[in-house]
């Protein structure tokens, strides 16, 4: 029956709502007509009109309160009351346009400040494929020992695609390559970023082309067949200006003809964070853009090198799969013993892939999160504690208010919709600040080549999230005053208005906010110093090799379509014809600089005479390929043995350079010149240890000291090396007779990424530690500036309770320096305890940093004594002024004020 | 002659419901009705009757329309709903149940 009689009350209540005057008068004319028959009735019963009215009006007496029992009836006072509410805190807080512009500035800058950390959190972690129903597409990774993510080879992936049913799918795609592009076959070929790709890639993802079509799954099958590529859009619109004719056109990979078949769809622009491809190719078209003519990718079973994902068939756990793709590892493991020893596979999820152990980024966006949020809680408890105070101010509102019927929850809500308008206020200012902070974070460039962008944006989520913080910290900070104030004793509220009992328990809320401020403050500041500290100190431990009067620049010959004979030709042309040339003092090879941007190549070996561990057969260790010229060029010294010759060709032994740290882990009694490690395993080519050089900084300025091998170019010859130029003077000055020489040996031949070596170094040392550092310490700043305005406004608010007392006490014989001594006690005491909590808290913290960010350990003691003493001599400022305005206070004031 | 201020709230909602069952009127016609059909035993007072009225149109038993009535002038005319149809069949129904019962205690021989 219910549902039924709803048809009726749903638009009565609905009208009510929106049209509440109507409905009134509506009942007004109703009460009007009966009151006007009942006249009628009267006077034709015999009575005068005026006895006829008046009788008429005693019978029907008691309406008004007839009508606002029917008013309430109508049970839409929720809303109605709430707008009322609304209305009336905007006025009162428009009476306080001093104190509303405190709070709201304060909520804006907490709010504020978790924006950033919560765009790079959703950025890192949490944002999804932008595919359909990215819930279940799920990554498959092989694991090692040394690795939980391992890719796979393209054999096994063929495997696991044909031999696994949990899914709807199976894709792959290899790491971003460059690519060697030009629209016309005449055009001098530019790198671009290309991504080779499974035929079914977008199928399975269920990524719609804008223009053309992706690619079919025959197009995949035979190796070296269809040239065709799909291009990002991205790409699309800067290179082709968006133009749809370009399906169909025939372009140059590589110096290979590829025909462009279609264009991905604005809302995919790639399945990575940071990287969205240019274009795609497929797999099988994988030998136009190998690197290493030795290996064969296509039919290598240990070239793993793949990402796969994949789509789980809908009613089909993750487990389930699991179990399936371990089981086709252990079979892997069977058939293939010697590639697949102790290699399993593992179902990971979106958020398992985001947030894996081997990447820094995510941790810093966690704590970066949890800071702000610290800071957040910082600006909550002062606009609680602020709250507290006014509401003191407007107990004998409340009061009478209380008296005259309304119920506690009533005003309770009154006051909450107060706090919240506050918050809106001041979640609105926080989105505005955080749009701010981003667009600044967004002029952050990486100088690179590749399309790496910084996917930091504002998106609807973020706005979500940030509205319910202030909705929460409207609650957290209006609470307890709301409580408080309703708590009320009618009559001594209606009484004077501050009398106050000097009982302890009252102020033990707000003194613990400001005990909760200080300390955290505290924390924060001590964050962004330690952080400073620690990338400083990282950083002046030097990097080990020499950053000054290095030019280095980058050649592909592969994107002129050179072989390997003409690639070793060009570079031994090169290195003679640069040496030879004025201002230059030495020049060498490497495929990779060290604190470069790209990841080192990976070297699997087994140290001969070396005890292997039970579980293990072969170790691995990052590596460059380098030529005889390149410790000289980037000055790392060789300790023992010697560096490259060039007699070090393919047809001697094969010889290794390792570092110190590689060398004393194997053979840390003996030298390691003169020992030998075989490759891939034990029976691979034996290799011998000719030098030993200095460990250096590799992948990062504050990493721990890592083992590294160097193999010779002439023995492992690359077609991708960079030139490292030393010069005796300005390194960009060489730029000019390098192009004529490399002009001289091909002029198709471009010169990519040409810059100075300080240019890099600066990227990774400055910029990017510096903006973290500028960002936490912009929280500890803040911080510190709500908890001294915190820290002000309780003492200033203890002093306008105790005026009384105070004259009463000056009255008495105290004399100002008494009562100086009196308040600021008070003040001390409260920042003494922060200070002792937030050193505690500090400590703890700097545990945390340690080990997620820094190779270091223990305590910095210097940054406690900045700290400290600072925040201690802000603070006691901070209380002593209006200590120091109780101590004059003229005693007949204060005697006479309320 | 019983005061109309006996009549139990859900007794008044009862007879208001059966007055519009008749045909759809305004308050004035209700109170008037009722009072002629009983021979002036049930008068209700305004002050029960609107708010009486308010909350059955609030409940959904019975809907209002804007009409002119005798004398041309605007009136509220209420009529009942199906729901109210049959929670006054209900209530009618409970009415009988009830009055039977008490009839019956009331009548018993005293000994």
Redesign the interface.
């Known amino acids: ?1 219910r549902p ?6 749903i638009p ?1 209540r609905l009208r009510s709502l929106l049209r509440s005057r109507r409905v009134d008068q ?2 007004n ?3 009007q ?2 009151l ?3 006249i009628e009735e009267g006077i034709a019963g015999g009575l005068t009109p005026d006895e006829a009215r008046y009788a008429a009006l005693r ?5 008004e309160q ?1 009508k606002e ?2 008013r309430t ?3 839409v006072r929720w809303l109605t009351d709430f707008v009322a509410d609304v209305h009336y805190a905007i006025r009162s807080l428009r009476r306080a346009p001093g104190l509303t512009a405190f709070v709201v500035i304060t909520i804006a800058l907490g709010i504020g400040m978790t924006t950033s950390p919560f765009c790079m959190l959703d950025a890192l972690i949490f944002r999804p494929y932008p595919v359909p129903r990215p819930g279940n597409v799920v990554t498959l990774v092989s694991t090692s020992r040394d690795n939980a993510f391992g890719g796979f080879s393209y054999r096994e992936y063929l495997d696991i695609r044909d031999h696994t049913k949990s899914y709807d799918g199976v894709v792959a795609s290899t790491i971003l390559a460059s690519v060697g592009f030009s629209a016309d076959p005449g055009a001098a070929p530019r790198v671009r970023a290309g991504m080779l790709v499974s035929g079914n890639y977008f199928r399975v993802l269920g990524v719609e082309p804008q223009a053309g079509r992706g690619f079919r799954d025959e197009e995949d099958t035979v190796p070296g067949r269809d040239a065709v590529m799909v291009l990002g859009p991205g790409f699309w619109k800067h290179e082709f200006g968006g133009d749809p004719s370009v399906v169909g056109r025939v372009v140059r990979l590589n110096g290979t003809d590829f025909t462009v078949i279609g264009v991905a769809p604005e809302s995919f622009p790639g399945m990575q964070i940071f990287v969205r491809p240019d274009f795609y190719m497929p797999l099988a078209m994988a030998h136009m853009f190998a690197t290493d003519p030795q290996k064969n990718f296509l039919e290598d079973r240990d070239d793993r090198e793949l990402g796969v994902k994949a789509r789980l068939k809908p009613g089909t756990s993750r487990q389930k799969a699991q179990d399936e793709l371990a089981a086709l590892a252990r079979d892997f493991e069977r058939e293939y013993p010697g590639l697949n020893r102790d290699r399993g596979a593992a179902v990971r999820t979106q958020f398992e892939m985001r947030t894996r152990d081997n990447d820094a980024n995510w941790k810093f966006g966690v704590i970066f999160t949890g800071l702000s949020l610290a800071v957040l809680l910082v600006a909550c408890t002062n606009v609680a504690g602020l709250l507290l105070a006014r509401a003191r101010t407007r107990t004998r509102e409340i009061a009478v208010r209380l008296a005259l019927g309304a119920g506690r929850f009533r005003l309770i809500r009154m006051l909450l919709t107060e706090s919240l308008v506050l918050a809106c206020l001041g979640g609105l200012g926080g989105i505005a600040i955080g749009y701010a902070s981003i667009s600044f974070l967004s002029t952050f460039r990486i100088p690179t080549e590749l399309p790496i962008t910084f996917p930091f944006r504002v998106d609807n989520r973020i706005l979500a999230a940030s509205l319910a913080l202030s909705a929460l910290s409207a609650l957290f900070c209006g609470l307890a005053p709301a409580l408080q104030s309703t708590r009320a004793d009618l009559v001594r509220g209606l009484k004077a208005a501050d009398a106050d009992v000097p009982g302890r328990k009252r102020l033990w809320g707000r003194n613990a906010l400001v005990v909760a401020q200080v300390s955290m403050s505290l924390m924060l500041l001590a964050a962004a110093f330690l952080m400073f500290r620690g990338f400083h100190q990282s950083v002046g431990e030097g990097t080990g090799f020499a950053k000054d009067h290095l030019l280095m620049t980058r050649f592909d010959p592969r994107l002129v379509q050179y072989d390997a004979d003409r690639t070793r030709q060009f570079y031994r042309l090169l290195a003679e014809r640069v040496r030879a040339t004025p201002g230059v003092r030495s020049a060498g090879f490497t495929e990779n600089p060290p604190l470069g941007l790209d990841v080192f190549g990976v070297v699997t070996f087994v140290p001969d005479g070396f005890q292997m561990p039970r579980d293990r057969d072969s170790f691995t260790s990052a590596m460059d390929t380098v030529d005889e010229g390149f410790f000289e060029t980037m000055e790392i010294p060789i300790l023992r043995g010697r560096g490259f010759l060039a007699s070090d060709t393919a047809e001697v032994p094969r010889v290794a350079v390792v570092n110190e740290r590689f060398a004393k882990r194997y053979w840390p009694d003996t030298d390691a010149v003169g020992k030998r490690f075989r490759l891939d395993s034990a029976t691979g080519a034996p290799v011998e240890i000719v030098g030993v050089a200095r460990t250096v900084k590799y992948r990062q300025p504050t990493e721990r000291p890592t083992e590294f091998v160097y193999l010779p170019l002439s023995q492992h010859p690359l077609a991708r090396m960079v030139l490292m130029l030393r010069t005796s003077g300005d390194p960009l000055q060489l730029v000019q007779p390098v192009k004529e020489i490399v002009r001289s040996l091909d002029p198709n031949l471009p010169m990519l990424e040409t810059r100075t070596y300080e240019d890099l170094y600066r990227y990774h040392t400055v910029e990017g530690p510096r903006v973290a550092v500028e960002l936490v310490g912009t929280l500890g700043a803040v911080g510190l500036l709500l908890a001294i305005a915190g820290l002000y406004g309780v003492i200033a608010y203890n002093v306008s309770r105790r005026t009384r007392e105070i004259g009463i006490r000056m009255a008495l014989g105290a004399r100002p320096p008494d009562i100086l001594r009196m308040v600021l006690g008070k003040g001390l005491a409260l920042v003494g305890i922060g200070t002792a909590i937030g050193l505690a808290m500090g400590f703890a913290l700097e545990q945390v940093m340690n080990s997620v960010l820094f190779n270091a350990g223990g305590v910095d003691v210097l940054v406690y004594l900045i700290v400290v003493p600072s925040m201690g001599l802000v603070t006691v400022l901070a209380a002593y002024v209006p200590a120091r305005r109780a101590s004059r206070i003229e005693p007949t004031q204060a005697l006479r004020c309320e | 002659m019983s005061k109309p201020s006996d009549l139990v709230q859900g007794t008044l909602d009862l007879l208001l419901l059966k007055m519009l069952a008749l045909e759809p009127m305004n308050g004035w016609a209700i109170s008037q009705r009722l009072k002629a059909i009983s021979s002036e035993v049930l008068q209700v007072s305004d002050g029960s009757l609107y708010p009486a009225l308010h909350k059955l149109e609030q409940e959904g038993w019975i809907t209002a329309e804007w009409k002119p009535s005798e004398n041309n002038r605007r009136a509220k005319f209420y009529s009942l709903t199906r729901p109210g149809r049959r929670h006054l069949e209900k209530e009618a129904a409970n009415w009988s149940r009830l009055s039977a019962a008490i009839s019956h205690v009331v009548r018993l021989e005293e000994a």
């Open positions: 029956m039924r009689h709803w048809l009726y009350t009565l509506e009942l004319e109703e009460l007509f009966h006007e028959r009942k019978a029907m007496d008691g309406l007839r029992e029917m009836m109508r049970q």
